[in-house]
């Protein structure tokens, strides 16, 4: 099956689609697959498992941000759930070891 | 691969790869003398400026350190410098001259107002744009190109194809022995401690982690959460969802070498190898920071398309976004966006490489064809 999303770390529980995915496609990735829970548009992350609120979103390895609620498996990941830790002069922040 | 290009070898032994004579407003009052001339003379390139004036203290020095910095980069010819007065004019002149260029200069005060030194620019310009022409390129290696890169307009391609191919061209550069500027401070912040562990030094380690705290610490004390100044609306909406996510995609369009030592605001490095660079993240100014810094050339990965180039420094426009190759195709001069359907990082890289040294040896990029071309200065305080 083609690959329509970018998984591009190991550790990542988020993948990039590279089309429009539909409700319900198969998300097929390099190294993972999970069923759509709702509407990917091009460009925008899906959640590979389920993600507690609270727990970091890992894309290239790395932390992209911590979810904002809990997210399905095969959920949109992006501003309405996910929350920033960097930058954030609006509220206090946990420090990140810096 | 091809690993030469044609170059204009200056006195100072650096090489450019664009030959203007450039009219430098040294203040903003002198922008309107500075445009009309360059509607007069064939071949001359206006640097307008906003403020100049009115400055004093590390505020003044940047700006001025910047002006001194475009005007001396190796792909300008000749200078000719525009200001109202005959103090300014006389020290921005000699600052431009230790690059070794011919430079000219004109106090409008005592030339005699807006026609008289417009009509002496005009007999100034005509001698040094007839001898730029008459100069030919010789070709040189790689090794003497100073590149600058810059994103703009990011979405979660530019992670994805458009910052790993640069990224792999910017490895190229370095180990033929060139120079990379990464920039845009604020695009490091969540990846700092991927660029730290590649740092040559622990002290280039603590200047990276410096750099990023204080963009951080700014954020705090204005009581602003930083997402939508960056990331911007055009990132959220091509998908990116925080700042950690763009810086981590953003820092790769620099390649994977060691970071020899964290530059100021249009500093010049001077080694040879991967250099960062501490700018805002906009584009006008950060490649004016760049091209400051000596970068002849500056490639510029974009998702949702910024048009932004720098008159100084011709920028090459690449994208990983198959959507916006086609509907903004005018704007783009190299399409990655193969990379998402599978095309190999070295094949895309090299493809990037080949159009770089064909850039560098004449072949203009859109931004020069339209003019999308502006420069700014950063500021450091308000002006008295």
Known sequence: ?98 | MKDTFLGFRRSDGRVGIRNHVAILSVMDNCNGIVRHLAQLVRGTLPLPVWYGRGQFGPDDELFRRTQVGIASNPNVAAVLVVSLEAVSAQRMAEAVAASGKPVASISVQDEGGTVASIARGMRLLAPMVEEASGQRPLEVSLSELVLGVECGGTDTTSGIASNPALGWAADRVVDAGGVVYLSETSEWMGAESVLARRARAPEVADAIYAAVRRIEDDARARGVDIRGANPVPDNIRGGISSIEEKSLGAIIKGGSRAIEDVLAYGQRATGKGLYLMDTAAPAAESMTGLAAGGAQMIVFTTGQMNIMGCPIAPTLKITGNPRTAKRLADNVDVDVSTMLAGEALERAGARLLTRMLDTASGRLTRAEVFGDEEIAISRLQPTV
Not at chain 1, 18 to 25: H, N, P, Q, S, T
Not at chain 1, 37 to 48: C, N, S, T, V
Not at chain 1, 56 to 74: F, H, M, N, P, R
């Open chain 1, 1 to 98: 099956m083609e690959l329509n999303a970018a998984f591009l770390h190991p550790q990542d529980n988020v993948a990039t689609a590279l089309v429009d995915i539909a409700e319900g496609e198969t998300v097929q990735t390099a190294g993972a697959r999970v069923v759509a829970a709702e509407p990917i548009p091009f460009g925008h992350k899906i959640a590979l498992t389920r993600i507690a609120a609270g727990q970091q979103v890992t894309k290239y390895g790395e932390s992209i941000g911590l979810a904002a609620c809990d997210v399905l498996s095969g959920g949109l990941v992006h501003v309405h759930n996910l929350a920033s830790q960097r930058g954030r002069g609006d509220c206090v922040t946990q420090e990140d070891g810096l």
